[in-house]
């Protein structure tokens, strides 16, 4: 499934970031938008669905698409969330705008309007459509990694109670987590993990803030009130 991801999640990155971009220039189209996010999901549930037929895993194809067009309506949320970002750095700016000179505010005028790139001193003041892209990767990557869990999470809780903790197995996979990879665990006892700042959670892969863990089907004895403190 991450090899899937993996694959999936650059275009689903340029897409929304063009998106954001375009929203910042005030040339977004949400309609246009949202129609290319609806053929994204519908390949990409093709190809996970795909994945779980050569596992062999047992697969509903309605709950499947129920699941994903559930995703497709928080995408919505996604674009609020990309506008009023937009917005707020767009205030901030204005106040920067304000000091400047006749000159830099013509200057400046033409960055927005995306006619010339940022140069010299006033490229700091309209950072912020950098900083948007950034928050857009970061928004699509989470979204993409939300539809997959959701998906897989169905799927594998559909073949049995008991499962493996996967992870990335990147430098970002938290401590605690790493000390969950591999292990057995089952959906009605889930680990508990305590990180160096005290922070507890208990809960299934994906279930923790900003967690990209996910499950695979095991058979086995799971570990019962297991407890990583990291």
Known sequence: ???????????????????????????????????????????????????????????????????????????????????????????????????????????????LSGAIRPEGKIAPVVAFSSNLEAISDRLADQSVWDLSTMINHNVVSDIGKVYKWRTQEDANVRKTHNLLRNKLFSYENPPTTIDQYGNKHTGNPGTDWGCRCWEDPAKGKPIINYIARG
């Open 1 to 111: 499934m991450f090899n899937i991801f993996e694959h999936f999640t650059p275009a689903y990155g340029r897409l929304v970031r063009k998106y954001a971009l375009d929203v910042w220039y005030g040339r977004a189209d949400e309609k246009q938008f949202l129609k290319k996010v609806f053929f994204f999901k519908k390949r990409y549930v093709q190809e996970l669905t795909a994945h779980y037929r050569r596992k062999r895993f047992p697969v509903r194809p309605a709950i499947i698409q129920e699941l994903a067009d559930e995703w497709l309506k928080d995408q919505i949320v996604l674009t609020e969330k990309i506008n009023f970002i937009s917005d707020k750095k767009k205030g901030g700016l204005k106040s920067e705008y304000l000091n400047l000179s006749e000159y830099k505010r013509q200057e400046v005028s033409k960055l």
